[in-house]
């Protein structure tokens, strides 16, 4: 095979041993991540399907493995600061003769999501790969007295992905790659009951006490690289998520379902320059995400909204609608030591009709700078920027007993946020 087809740490110029998430914001529509990466921090992921500059290419698309004609090894970490404010908000209480304030700010946080990847070629055909990071995740806190407890609380979801996943290059321009991902996932999610001291009627199925559930799943990805020549090639990508389950010591179950997500991206270095375009419009099928399931299946508990000693459930409904990612970025290969890059990314609200202070959610644009410096030829540290900026939301949430209204709460939700990621990569 002619070695020039496969991508060459001189021509592009690219730029943990174990995975633990704390608890963030989603950093994208509704709770999906995208911390894979610095070097896709620094570009708003444009492209990342298919530029293959180190190994965390394979959690986008495994068919990029046939790019690397030596073993690869990237890890790192990501730092998330999440701004999310609750604010201009009324909250009607159970028999309240007059609205109460329920602003709230400061309700994210600041966590780390590491992540590590590993490409191994076999020969000029085969390349096999291992890796571990998050998918989705998401935590709002709110004050333990906050006024509308019911609709505020704890909600905390993490996710941890680790993946195989093998390629094959079937000739000069298309590669092929599979792989499997075992997930781990937790969720907490606690809130106050709308009309306290009726404990175990229907009323008080609101009052959720789900604490640190958790389960495994497993998914899928498959996807495809088409090299038109070597400044030019595109990547197609699909993962499978499945529809997880998880539950807590006292017999509560959820059933969170997770989306879908197919990506296609653009890579294009503009011939006798140093500089390179790349784009990637991503699908996320956030429409499967309806409702949370809760189910108690141990009797003894004092389950969700029931007497203790009984069965039951209950179902949140959320009626997401299906997610876009839409960013575009720039790669200057100054010189032998630096790498420069930017991106720009719209990324487009899951939240339809349904909203949600205790998940805040909008429209968000990415603006996104980043760098690689080579260490020597076989190594280089990444650092990546994205600042996300939100838009103001409109909510309003009520729960009703009986066809009759108890309590409400109306407000404007606005989530930004600050990523920060630094990644070491190797090549043997």
């Known amino acids: 095979m002619n070695k020039t087809r496969l991508f060459k740490k001189t021509l592009l110029a690219v730029t943990v041993s174990t995975v633990t ?20 921090i620094g570009r708003a992921f444009a492209g990342d399907a298919v530029i293959a500059d180190n190994a965390s290419v394979m959690a986008r698309n495994p068919a990029a493995m046939a790019l690397f004609d030596k073993m690869e090894l990237s890890l790192g970490f990501e730092s998330i600061t999440s701004m999310i404010e609750v604010k201009d908000a009324e909250y009607k209480g159970f028999m309240a003769p007059q609205s109460v304030d329920a602003n709230q700010d400061e309700i994210g946080d600041t966590s780390i999501a590491p992540n590590i990847h590993l490409i191994v070629p076999v020969n000029e055909k085969f390349a096999w790969g291992v890796n571990a990071y998050s998918n989705f995740g998401t935590k709002t806190e709110f004050d333990s007295d906050y006024s509308a407890a019911e609709y505020g609380g704890v909600t905390d979801v993490k996710s941890f992905n680790f993946g195989v996943a093998g ?60 090299e038109l020549d070597e400044n030019n090639r595109f990547g197609l990508a699909y993962r499978y998520s499945p529809e997880f389950e998880a539950e807590d010591d006292k017999g509560q179950k959820i059933t969170l379902p997770l989306p879908d997500i197919a990506e296609f991206s653009g890579y294009h270095k503009i011939e006798d320059t140093k500089f390179a375009v790349h784009y990637s419009i991503q699908y996320i099928g956030w429409s499967s995400f309806d409702q949370i399931e809760f189910r108690n299946l141990d009797a003894s508990a004092s389950p969700i909204g029931f007497l203790p000693g009984s069965t039951g459930s209950y179902d949140k409904d959320y009626k997401w609608q299906d997610g876009w990612h839409y960013a575009i970025g720039g790669t200057y290969y100054l010189n032998n030591d630096w ?28 603006f996104s700078t980043g760098f690689t410096y080579h260490i020597d030829s076989s190594s280089n540290v990444d650092f990546g920027f994205t600042y996300l900026m939100g838009d103001d939301v409109k909510v309003d949430e009520s729960i009703e007993i009986g066809g009759n209204p108890v309590t409400s709460v109306a407000a404007t939700t606005h989530a930004d946020a600050i990523l920060v990621g630094l990644q070491y990569s190797r090549s043997f």
């Open 21 to 40: 998430l704390a608890s963030q914001q989603a950093l994208a529509a509704g709770f999906q991540l995208n911390a894979q990466s610095a070097t896709g």
């Open 339 to 366: 790498t420069l890059r930017v991106g720009y990314m719209y990324d487009t609200s899951a939240q339809d009709s349904l909203t949600s202070i205790s998940v805040p959610d909008s429209d968000r644009q990415w």
């Open 167 to 226: 390629s094959y290059r079937l000739n000069e321009q298309w590669s092929f790659g599979a792989g499997l991902d075992l997930i781990y996932g937790q969720g907490t999610m606690k809130r106050g009951n709308p009309v306290p001291g009726l404990i175990g009627s229907v009323d008080s199925k609101y009052a959720l006490n789900v604490d640190k559930a958790d389960g495994w799943a497993f998914g899928f990805n498959v996807g495809t690289v088409f």
